[in-house]
């Protein structure tokens, strides 16, 4: 029997709603309980932090308390490792549920706006994913899923993600790992690095929806 088009994308919705559902139940678990846990896992303790940043990265959970928690738990670089490996992962992961789920009904979808929005991301889509991933503010998990509906490619979304996170995620991390000492200058750098990004991030998101925009006309 051939499949109805709207059972994936109401799998997909499924998925979601049980995101939020966790996200909005399941506290998160103090620094200390994190730290003795790793702590018992030995040498898997950042693997294992890292399939739960991949797990969490599919629900609305705060993404940035977990990268802040790594670097308090593993220092910059061991952090900053698990941290990329973590969101890399989840972001995939979250692109691959709502393209193979989702991405057939948003083609059905007639509108000469969505269209331009499509053909935009497919021809500049390493940018248009840059200069989104720059943006501190901007829910991760929701760019994960809203790529996935697109079309812009796998590659340029990959490649657009690592490089748009790795500024904020080092921050974010940096902030973590010299947290006790907030007046040095890791500290300082990692909060005015934050503050640029989202400037910046927010006047390259502004270009492309003018972009956009003009591609409609």
Do not use: C, H, K, Q
């Not at 994913?129 to 490619?153: D, E, H, Q």
Request: positive net charge; proline residues 5%; aromatic residues 6%.
């Amino acid at each position: 029997m051939r499949e109805r088009w709207w059972v994936r994308p109401l799998i997909l919705l499924a998925v979601v709603v049980a995101g939020v559902a966790v996200a909005l139940t399941v506290d998160l678990p103090t620094v200390d309980a994190v730290r003795a846990d790793v702590a018992a896992a030995g040498w898997a303790g950042p693997v294992l932090y890292a399939g739960v940043y991949t797990a969490l990265s599919l629900t609305p959970a705060p993404t940035t308390v977990l990268s802040v928690g790594a670097g308090v738990l593993f220092g910059l670089a061991t952090g900053l490792t698990v941290v990329m490996a973590g969101a890399l992962a989840g972001a995939v992961a979250g692109f691959g549920l709502a393209r193979v789920l989702g991405r057939a009904a948003v083609e059905r979808v007639d509108s000469r706006r969505l269209r331009a929005l499509d053909a935009l991301l497919r021809r500049r889509g390493l940018l248009a994913v840059i200069g989104t991933r720059l943006v501190p503010l901007l829910p991760f998990t929701t760019l994960n899923y809203a790529y996935g509906l697109s079309a812009v490619r796998f590659r340029d979304y990959v490649l657009g993600t690592a490089v748009g996170i790795l500024p904020g995620a080092t921050a974010y991390v940096t902030i973590g790992a010299y947290g006790a000492t907030p007046g040095s200058v890791p500290f300082l750098l990692a909060v005015g690095g934050l503050a640029v990004l989202a400037v910046a991030g927010a006047l390259v998101a502004r270009r492309r929806r003018r972009a956009t925009a003009g591609a409609e006309n």
